[in-house]
């Protein structure tokens, strides 16, 4: 299996431009979950979904934050207008079940807003 | 929330040594799970481990959830095992279906 897929792998952008984030989890896989890391705050869980739909977006940490999973092999997180405090590491999980069962991290986006 | 503790936060070791990291936790969980972040910021899965002992090459894992705690072992270290070592965990009585990660461990192996 490929693993999850994200892309970009580095993004690099101006204040106020919109930003998308595109995730591909691992085939058969019914739970994905989007994260971000920073030095200050570490390993955070925005939202997360199960077979495609939105469970938990407490973690979004404004309205410029949005997700959506069209169907079962793609998710984006989008980011509109983008800041220089979104700058972070992203990263998509996938898992097979929603609960109890091993995650699997794509290899993250790196975002520097400017 | 559960709360993860991971220790110690900075390990320097020389090329040959073995170490033990710590995971503490909270509260009951359905899963726990062993991370290292390499240098490239890979987060690669190490075990997957929310009771009993697992064993992979060099490294391997025991989790005693009755005692809320987990250790990572990690035998003969290499320049490669450089990196942050995490623990998260999924609180089996929380309603929010997530892993919660700890700080980590930031491992350092000197040739």
């Known amino acids: 299996d490929a693993g999850v897929i994200q892309s970009p792998r580095h993004e690099v952008t101006e204040m106020g431009q919109e930003v998308t984030l595109r995730c591909k989890p691992i085939?058969?896989?019914?739970?994905l979950f989007w994260y971000r890391q920073t030095m200050m705050r570490g390993l955070e869980l925005l939202i997360y979904f199960n077979n495609n739909v939105p469970i938990d977006d407490s973690g979004m940490p404004e309205d410029r934050f949005s997700a959506k999973m069209p169907n079962a092999s793609f998710s984006t997180l989008k980011i509109q207008p983008s800041e220089p405090r979104d700058s972070a590491v992203y990263f998509c999980?996938?898992?097979?079940?929603?609960?109890?069962?091993?995650?699997?991290f794509g290899q993250g986006t790196r975002l520097t807003v400017v | 929330g559960i709360q993860v503790e991971q220790s110690p936060p900075d390990l320097i070791l020389q090329e040959g040594a073995n170490s033990t990291l710590r995971c503490n936790f909270s509260?009951?969980?359905?899963?726990l799970q062993w991370f290292h972040q390499n240098p490239w910021g890979q987060l690669i899965n190490l075990f997957y481990?929310?009771?009993g002992t697992k064993q992979n090459g060099r490294l391997s894992a025991t989790t005693v959830a009755t005692e809320r705690y987990s250790l990572l072992y990690i035998s003969s270290s290499q320049t490669t095992d450089s990196g942050v070592y995490f623990c998260?965990?999924?609180?089996?009585?929380?309603?929010?279906?997530?892993?919660?990660f700890g700080k980590g461990t930031l491992l350092t192996v000197n040739p």
């Open positions: 999980a996938s898992s097979r079940l929603i609960r109890g069962t091993e995650a699997f």
């Open positions: 509260d009951s969980v359905n899963n």
């Open positions: 481990i929310p009771s």
């Open positions: 998260a965990v999924e609180h089996s009585g929380g309603s929010n279906y997530k892993l919660t």
């Open positions: 085939s058969g896989h019914n739970s």
